[in-house]
C-alpha cells in the first residue's frame, strides 16, 4: 500500500501546484483522493470530476465520484497492481485533469 501511495503522489502531486482544478491531493496507502475545485477557488465543482470520471472511462480507467459535493475523485486500486499498469491508469487520470484546463 505504502508504495503504490508512492506512484500515486509522484504522478499526481505535480498537478496540485500546476492545475487550478487540483485543491488537494490526500489519503494513505493505497486509497488516495483527489479534489476538484473551479479555478481561482476552493469552491467544489462537481461537473469538473463527472466530466474527469467520464473521460477515464472513456478510456478503460474505471473511477469513483464521491464527496459531500461530488467533486472527489477516489483512487483504490489493487495491491497486486504492477507500477507500469497504475501509472498508465494515472496517466489517463492526470491528462483528464490537464484537459480541463
Do not use: F, K
Not at 32 to 50: C, K, N, Y
Not at 61 to 81: A, E
Amino acid at each position: 500500500a505504502r508504495a503504490i501511495e508512492g506512484v500515486v503522489r509522484e504522478v499526481l502531486e505535480p498537478l496540485v501546484a500546476s492545475s487550478p482544478r487540483v485543491a488537494e491531493l490526500r489519503g494513505r496507502g493505497a486509497m488516495m483522493a483527489i479534489e476538484l475545485v473551479r479555478p481561482g477557488s476552493l469552491d467544489p465543482d462537481h461537473q469538473a470530476a463527472a466530466a474527469v470520471s467520464a473521460a477515464c472511462h472513456r478510456e478503460g480507467v474505471l473511477t469513483l465520484v464521491c464527496g459531500t459535493h461530488g467533486n472527489v475523485i477516489r483512487l483504490l486500486p489493487p495491491l497486486v497492481i504492477e507500477d507500469d499498469l497504475l501509472v498508465e491508469g494515472l496517466g489517463v487520470l492526470a491528462d483528464a485533469i490537464a484537459a480541463l484546463s
